[in-house]
Structure formats: C-alpha cells, structure tokens
C-alpha cells in the first residue's frame, strides 16, 4: 500500500452493545450514543377519510428514539436482544455512526467490531451483506467475538475475559491470540439492578 493510499484510509473502531454504541476514528474522533432504534406508525381518521393506504412512520435512533418512545404507539427495538443480533437494527446504528463520523467515502474505511460469541456464521455474513449494501463495502472488515477487543488493549495474549454488558455477560477462552471456546450468559447488569431494586421494594416497601 502506497504512502498517499494509506494517507486516505480510515479506520473506525465500532462497538454495538445494548446499551450504547461506542465508535472511535482516525484524529481522536469518537461517537456515544444509546443503542436503541424506534419507530412509530401512524394513521389518523383523516387518512381513512381521504382513503390514504400508507401510515406516516417517524423513526428515531439514540436519543431521538428514547424520546420517541414515550409515545404508547411506539415500537423500540435494540440491536442485540440476549445474544441474538437484529440485524436492521444494526445496519441502522451503524449508519448514524458513519453519520456522526461525517464518513465521505466508505471505500476508504476499515471496519473493526465485535459480535456475540454465540452468533453463527451465516448471521455474520448477513450483517456484513446488509452493510455492504447500504453503506457501501468497507476497504475491509474485520468482526472478531465482542470480548477479544479487551485482550488486545489489555496488551494479552492469553487469558479468559470475562464481559459483563447491559444484558448479557460473555465468556471468552483465549491461547496465544486463538479462541479456544466462550460463551453468552443472558444476565448481566440489568439483572443486577431488578435485583436490587426487587429487595428494596420487599424489604423496605420503597419504590426506586
């Protein structure tokens, strides 16, 4: 790779969790946002008056989705439900990085992210299919499991890492930067915090 092709090249560092989106880029830019898509279909009497076929759907991702929410008629989808990725969802999220990133030519990028241990093959390259198609395929793309990032910036080369989340806690099993096995536990902080807040409201009758 030539010093001027190199000079173009951008990579981003992308992490899809529950909870939050985290992504960081080339000069120090970084993103955060809440990991969480939502959309509201609507259709008024005047549309069945005028006889209109399609309902006016508004759609919200991070901040914008949590206040869109608040509405009963919304519909609010995360991106990795205990382990299992929705895969629009995260197309979506991964635009509005790209977005908040001002990415110009997505054929300069190199895409580093991390899914689930547990996720399959063909769901892996479902995600990098759909990214392809709406963002336009990356310079390259790497997807390792969501805890191997952890080892590497630990400075590791072997070692289980345990990964507690919003909602699900991952195990992975590492020799000399080879995965040798892992897993994903649906429990996590959340569970912690029911938990907690279950034992306030039994022992003292307070509601958190």
């Known amino acids: 790779m030539s010093r001027e092709s190199t000079r173009k090249v951008q990579p981003i560092g992308l992490d899809i969790g529950t909870s939050t989106v985290k992504a960081i880029a080339g000069q ?3 993103v955060i946002f809440p990991s969480v898509y939502c959309k509201r279909l ?16 508004f759609e919200g991702i991070g901040q914008e989705a949590i206040d869109l929410a608040k509405h009963n008629d919304a519909i609010v989808i995360r991106p990795i439900i205990e382990g299992t990725i929705k895969h629009e969802v995260a197309v979506k999220l ?4 790209y977005r908040r990133l001002d990415v110009k030519n997505p054929a300069s ?3 580093v992210t991390g899914l689930p241990y547990d996720v399959s093959v063909s769901s892996i390259n479902y995600l990098e299919q759909l990214l392809g ?18 080892l590497i910036e630990c400075g590791l080369e072997s070692a289980t890492v345990i990964n507690i989340g919003h909602s699900t806690t ?20 959340d569970y912690v915090v029911e938990q907690v807040r279950n034992n306030i409201i039994k022992d003292h009758g307070l509601v958190p």
Do not use: C, H
């Open 28 to 30: 120090g830019k970084r």
């Open 109 to 111: 990028v190199v895409l």
């Open 42 to 57: 609507i259709k008024t009497t005047w549309d069945e008056r005028e006889k209109q076929t399609e309902n006016v759907m």
């Open 170 to 189: 991952g195990l992975l099993l590492v020799e000399d930067l080879t995965v040798l096995g892992g897993g994903t536990e649906p429990k996590a902080t």
């Open 133 to 150: 198609e709406s963002l336009g395929k990356p310079l390259q793309m790497a997807i390792y499991p969501q805890s191997f990032g952890t």
């Open 94 to 97: 991964v635009q509005e990085v």
